[in-house]
Every structure is written in C-alpha cells, then in structure tokens.
C-alpha cells in the first residue's frame, strides 16, 4: 500500500505494475539512456555554466551556524492530517 492510493504489485510474469487509485494502470516511463561519462558530469557542468560552485562549505549555514532545533523544525514542517486526509493548517509552535 502507497501514499494516497496507489499500489504496486507484482503481475503474473513477475514484473511490477503500478496503478493509479482508482486501479488504471501508470503508463510505463521510458527507458533512459544509457550514460558512459562521470555519474555526475551533466550536472556539473550545469552548475559550471550558471556559475554555480559547490565546495564543501556550500551547506554551512550563514545565520550563525547554531544547531538544528529539532523541535522547532518538526512544528513547523509537520501537519497532522484531519479526518478528510488533507493537513490542518498549523505553524510554529510558540516560543517558551
């Protein structure tokens, strides 16, 4: 069992068939193409010519640098859900 309805299970030739709720079946995704390069050579050279550089301090935060209010952070992401299945609206907790 899947998130919102959709399932996923093995066909009588042992291959996985994916269904939307409702039971149709997901079209199936193209193949993708075979890459022989550097696993991530297309993406850096994207990130090259937006003159985008990533070194190892590119996560470091700038505010500080204080530690992840674990708290705080799981207030403000998660949304218990209702009856109906859709999130309630809520926001940080309040402050102490």
């Known amino acids: ?6 399932t996923v299970r093995l066909g009588p030739d042992g291959a996985a068939e994916f269904r939307w709720p409702d039971g149709r079946p997901l079209p199936a995704a193209p193949t993708a193409e075979a890459w022989t390069g550097l696993a991530l050579a297309p993406t850096a050279e994207r990130l090259r010519a937006a003159g985008i550089r990533i070194d190892p301090d ?5 505010a500080g640098g204080g530690r992840l209010d674990v708290g705080y952070a799981i207030d403000v ?9 859709k999130p309630e609206a809520s ?5 102490a």
């Open 58 to 62: 590119t996560a470091t935060p700038a």
């Open 1 to 6: 069992m899947h998130e919102e309805g959709f």
């Open 77 to 85: 992401l998660w949304s218990p859900r209702t009856d109906a299945g």
């Open 91 to 95: 926001g940080p907790a309040p402050s």
